[in-house]
């Protein structure tokens, strides 16, 4: 599969369908998320040597590769390491905490999905006032059971963006209710919870 094109595959067709992204935190779960029915992948933690080879196997299998530039060891999320991403390792997507890495990365064509934390009023206030700054295509909310309390928030800020849930989702009744919620997705590392 080549690099996907944003403009051939829309944001609004990956969400079509309750949403589940494998969060791969050890290589060697791969196996297992690559013969999932997950069309995306998200390689929390990966190794810039490794990460070319990894990315040509998810295609091989038809999924989207996602990756978090601050958990790529070896790399500099800088505009010369965006354009990297996209260009040397073919990877479709990032996800992450700054605006303006979300904003370099859709100026290379790369899925951009903003990873938004909340602990307290004060990082909701936060999260909402960043956001109102930037465009992503998708946001990660972070952790599940406080991403049930603020999605309306968001979504008053950001009604067209799709909302992930992430973080403590282990079970299947939490699945459900993320779902029920009105969430749009939301990513994992507990295999069995993998489509």
């Known amino acids: 599969m080549k690099n996907i094109n944003k403009s051939k595959l829309l944001i609004s067709e990956l969400f079509k369908q309750k949403l589940i992204i494998p969060s791969l935190r050890k290589l060697r779960d791969l196996d297992t998320a690559l013969e999932s029915s997950a069309p995306a992948l998200y390689l929390s933690n990966v190794h810039i040597g490794n990460l070319k080879s990894i990315t040509e196997r998810c295609h091989q299998k038809n999924k989207l590769v996602f990756v978090h530039t601050k958990l ?74 406080i991403a049930l309390k603020v999605k309306d928030k968001i979504k008053k800020v950001a009604p067209d963006i799709p909302l992930l849930a992430a973080g403590y989702i282990d079970n299947q009744a939490l699945v459900e209710e993320i ?17």
Do not use: H
Request: aromatic share 10%; charged share 20%; glycine share 8%.
């Open 72 to 145: 790529i060891g070896g790399f500099k999320a800088d505009q010369t390491g965006i354009k990297l991403l996209k260009n040397s390792y073919k990877v479709d997507g990032l996800f992450s905490t700054n605006p303006q890495t979300i904003s370099s990365a859709q100026k290379e064509g790369l899925f951009a999905i903003q990873r938004l934390f909340f602990m307290d009023s004060i990082s909701t206030d936060y999260a909402l006032d960043n956001l109102k700054n930037s465009n992503p295509d998708a946001c990660e909310l972070l952790p599940s059971p």
């Open 179 to 195: 779902f029920k919620s009105g969430l749009d997705g939301l990513t994992t590392s507990t295999k069995e919870l993998w489509p």
